[in-house]
């Protein structure tokens, strides 16, 4: 096993270099990039005497525009006066040790940028995560042993109708409903914490974050509840069929014998073999729609605004961070199988 690790990690590399190099291939031929979105800026509120962010608005002189030569020394600020090529060479030799530059429309560093954008995705990640594993294994075990039953044609009915209803019209629903929309005014709208956070007590704290957290968490959560509800019940089902099972009933073993000391092993290998992956990805990645909605500044509405800002470095770095992310998630999903079940070996793939 230790040299498929090896070799899945050297296979990471070229992978890594891969997604980056056509990243920053396609962000050479979009149109409207930083130093033409800040030309643009300079001309247009300029003349107002508008500010347009660090270092510009000594480069504006007149109401005719820019010349060429201070065109130029906009392009050496943001690095573009050298070539492609080297511009890529020079930002994977900064990305190996983790530094990414500072953003062009934030005007601070990538790093702290989504540092601070951070804790939102987490408590969106972590607490969907939590709920959608708490549930849907329990759950769809439930279902399993029940199958045809009422129990299983109602909660598949209800499970299907919040698979079907998209996660930004349930936050809307939920906000008309209990946000203090039309009916109820039961739950904030904005924010993790409310503004007179610092001055409340350790237990006022912590319920105050929760109350703030239960309508964002519930929109992005009910999607995903469905799909792992539904696979759960789907893979305990083809186990409980199998012979094996039989056979163990008819040695006079329990249900619950059977069901959690021999179906339960083979059955949630599926679900678990998922787990790293998702456990990673929810805690790094989050939901534009449902941080918009709600007045959240995670990672997702930084993504949003950062390709619309042509806001490279963000864009660069984050994907650079997350691509290795989601990498080392699919490799520890791999090695997942062997805690399961380890009659799985690589030893073949070696």
């Known amino acids: 096993m230790f040299y498929y690790i090896l070799k899945r990690i050297g296979l990471m590399i070229p992978t890594l270099?891969?997604?980056?190099?056509?990243?920053?291939t396609v962000t050479q031929f979009v149109?409207?990039?930083?130093?033409?979105?800040?030309?643009?800026?300079?001309?247009?509120?300029?003349?107002?005497?508008?500010?347009v962010g660090s270092g510009a608005s000594s480069i504006y002189r007149g109401d005719s525009g820019l010349d060429q030569e201070k065109v130029d020394r906009l392009k050496k600020l943001y690095g573009f006066d050298r070539p492609p090529l080297e511009r890529f060479v020079r930002m994977m030799k900064d990305y190996l040790v983790f530094d990414f530059g500072a953003s062009y429309y934030y005007h601070t560093s990538v790093a702290q940028l989504v540092i601070s954008r951070m804790p939102v995705s987490m408590s969106l990640g972590f607490w969907s995560f939590l709920i959608v594993y708490g549930v849907c294994i329990p759950l769809g075990i439930a279902k399993a042993v029940r199958d045809g039953s009422r129990f299983d044609i109602v909660t598949s009915s209800l499970i299907l109708i919040g698979y079907a209803?998209?996660?930004?019209?349930?936050?809307?629903?939920?906000?008309?409903?209990?946000?203090?929309?039309?009916?109820?005014?039961?739950?904030?709208?904005?924010g993790l914490?409310?503004?007179?956070?610092?001055?409340l007590t350790l237990l006022g704290k912590i319920t105050d974050y929760l109350w703030h957290m239960v309508l964002p968490i519930t929109a992005s959560a009910v999607g995903s509840l469905a799909v792992m509800t539904m696979l759960t019940k789907n893979s305990f089902l083809e186990e409980i069929r199998k012979q094996y099972v039989l056979t163990a009933r008819a040695k006079g073993l329990s249900e619950q014998h059977v069901l959690y000391k021999h179906v339960f092993r083979n059955a949630i290998i599926p679900i678990i073999t998922g787990f790293p992956g998702y456990f990673i990805a929810a805690f790094f990645t989050g939901s534009l729609l449902i941080e918009t909605i709600f007045s959240l500044d995670g990672m997702g509405l930084l993504a949003y605004q950062s390709v619309l800002n042509r806001d490279y470095p963000v864009v660069l770095g984050t994907l650079y961070f997350f691509t290795i992310v989601g990498l080392v998630s699919r490799l520890l999903s791999d090695?997942?199988?062997?805690?399961?079940?380890?009659?799985?070996?690589?030893?073949?793939?070696?």
């Open 165 to 190: 209803i998209p996660g930004f019209v349930l936050a809307i629903a939920l906000i008309v409903l209990f946000g203090g929309g039309s009916f109820w005014s039961v739950f904030p709208l904005r």
């Open 335 to 350: 090695l997942s199988y062997l805690f399961v079940d380890p009659r799985i070996s690589f030893e073949s793939v070696e």
């Open 193 to 199: 914490v409310s503004d007179n956070w610092a001055s």
């Open 17 to 24: 270099f891969g997604v980056m190099l056509i990243t920053f």
């Open 31 to 51: 149109p409207g990039g930083p130093v033409e979105r800040l030309v643009a800026q300079i001309e247009g509120h300029g003349k107002d005497g508008g500010e």
